[in-house]
């Protein structure tokens, strides 16, 4: 069964230092979300990526927090650098676009990368 | 106000209960509703997907849509202690023209089954 796949699963990094998170979406899926989820709450959207093009990232820190997606498949999003307030657990998502025509589909996550900052 | 409420919860129901889960939304673009279950430490796992007014069953599961009301609600029966999780209700507006379909969560329900 296909499904969206996350690395590394668990990181902990000192204060200031800098952090990078692997996502690689479920084939052929064009649209791919970075969401970070505090303990206690639900995801919030980071970065959503059509193809290689950011759609939407009014939500990502831009001082610290960078995302891309080059080819259009697989994706890195970077912290540096990581603060305290940066432990999370960071969800990648993707879904499918239907044909040439932009339509919502049912979203998929992987198992994220849970962060712990010291 | 958050765009989609959700109450936390927890909720605590004896196996072979049925459970009711809730989420209110204020954006009237909303189109698309969802359904996750989130285990501890894991991904959200979707569990049910809709675009319409009415009822959609699969299984145990039946999720419910009012946009007049803008209420969704998810129905669990027969409930069992491998339905404990955390549910999240999720929306999105129609992906065309400047909206891409980004997808908003409430706050999740916490959920435990006792034998």
């Known amino acids: 069964e296909a499904e969206v796949a996350q690395s590394p699963r668990y990181k902990i990094t000192e204060k200031s230092q800098a952090v990078a998170f692997w996502c690689d979406p479920i084939s052929g899926h064009a649209t791919l979300y970075w969401y970070r989820q505090i303990l206690g709450q639900g995801p919030e959207l980071l970065v959503q990526f059509q193809d290689e093009s950011v759609v939407d990232d009014s939500q990502l820190p831009k001082d610290r927090f960078s995302a891309e997606r080059l080819k259009g498949v697989d994706s890195t999003l970077k912290i540096q650098p990581a603060e305290l307030g940066d432990s999370a657990m960071y969800l990648c998502?993707?879904?499918?676009?239907?044909?040439?025509?932009?339509?919502?589909?049912?979203?998929?996550f992987g198992q994220g990368t849970r962060l712990t900052v010291v | 106000q958050k765009e989609v409420e959700q109450d936390p919860g927890p909720l605590s129901v004896p196996e072979g209960a049925i459970v009711s889960l809730n989420c209110t939304y204020s954006?009237?673009?909303?189109?698309?509703f969802m359904w996750y279950r989130q285990y501890s430490r894991k991904g959200p796992e979707l569990l049910m997907y809709t675009y319409s007014s009415g009822n959609k069953e699969d299984g145990r599961f039946t999720a419910q849509v009012d946009k007049s009301s803008k209420y969704i609600s998810l129905f669990i029966r027969d409930s069992q202690p491998s339905d404990s999780a955390t549910y999240l209700c999720a929306m999105s507006a129609f992906a065309g023209g400047t909206s891409y379909g980004k997808l908003t969560f409430g706050q999740g329900t916490i959920l435990t089954v006792h034998p």
């Open positions: 998502a993707s879904s499918a676009r239907t044909g040439g025509r932009i339509m919502n589909t049912e979203a998929f």
């Open positions: 954006n009237s673009a909303f189109q698309y």
